[in-house]
């Protein structure tokens, strides 16, 4: 008996160290630095680009402006998910939202890019073209536009 309770109460303790783990990385991270902080990021992204063609360097190296990204979960399984822009200037044309899963095996990206010089009055999602890396499935894609929605310059 006591062997069951001791089982029950490790898979507890195991359970909300898991959480508070997800808890502590969620927000504290950015894309850009995904690539330097851990190598298994940057094996999964090299895995992801490197079958991909006419892509910036920006987006290849994860490199330019990040937000902090947040834990997100879709169909069960949880994600680390931000925005990274070529800079902070040309985010409204040039963006990624980058969703990598928390054990870092897979990696998903959607690539906006609106065109430089869209008058104020154009909204930016009737004009934008959307690319998917990492072959994201239908749940994913959604996912990755929800992200885009939050931000408030975008309509």
Same mark, same amino acid.
């Given at each position: 008996m006591? !062997? #069951?309770?001791?089982?029950?109460?490790?898979? &507890?303790?195991?359970?909300?160290?898991s *959480?508070?783990?997800? *808890?502590a990385?969620?927000?504290?991270?950015?894309?850009?630095?995904?690539?330097?902080?851990?190598?298994?990021?940057?094996?999964?992204?090299?895995?992801?680009? #490197? #079958?991909?063609?006419?892509l910036p360097?920006?987006v290849? =190296?994860?490199? !330019?402006? &990040?937000? @902090?990204? =947040? &834990?997100?979960t879709?169909?069960?399984?949880k /994600?680390?998910?931000?925005?990274?822009?070529?800079? @902070?200037?040309?985010?409204?044309?040039?963006?990624?939202?980058? *969703?990598?899963?928390?054990?870092?095996?897979?990696?998903?990206?959607?690539?906006?890019?609106?065109?430089a010089?869209?008058? &104020?009055?154009?909204?930016?999602?009737r004009?934008?073209? /959307?690319?998917?890396?990492? %072959?994201?499935n239908?749940?994913?894609?959604?996912?990755?536009?929800? @992200?885009? #929605? %939050?931000?408030? =310059?975008?309509?």
């Amino acid at each position: 008996m006591a !062997g #069951k309770h001791f089982h029950a109460m490790t898979l &507890a303790f195991l359970a909300s160290v898991s *959480a508070m783990a997800i *808890a502590a990385n969620d927000g504290q991270s950015r894309v850009n630095e995904l690539l330097s902080s851990d190598p298994e990021y940057r094996e999964t992204w090299s895995s992801v680009v #490197k #079958k991909e063609e006419r892509l910036p360097d920006w987006v290849i =190296n994860l490199s !330019g402006s &990040a937000d @902090q990204m =947040n &834990a997100v979960t879709e169909d069960g399984d949880k /994600y680390l998910v931000g925005p990274l822009c070529e800079t @902070q200037d040309t985010c409204i044309n040039k963006r990624l939202i980058v *969703a990598f899963s928390m054990n870092k095996a897979h990696a998903y990206a959607m690539l906006v890019e609106v065109p430089a010089g869209l008058p &104020a009055d154009k909204s930016p999602t009737r004009h934008a073209d /959307y690319r998917f890396l990492g %072959k994201p499935n239908e749940g994913m894609q959604g996912l990755l536009k929800e @992200q885009l #929605k %939050k931000d408030p =310059n975008w309509y």
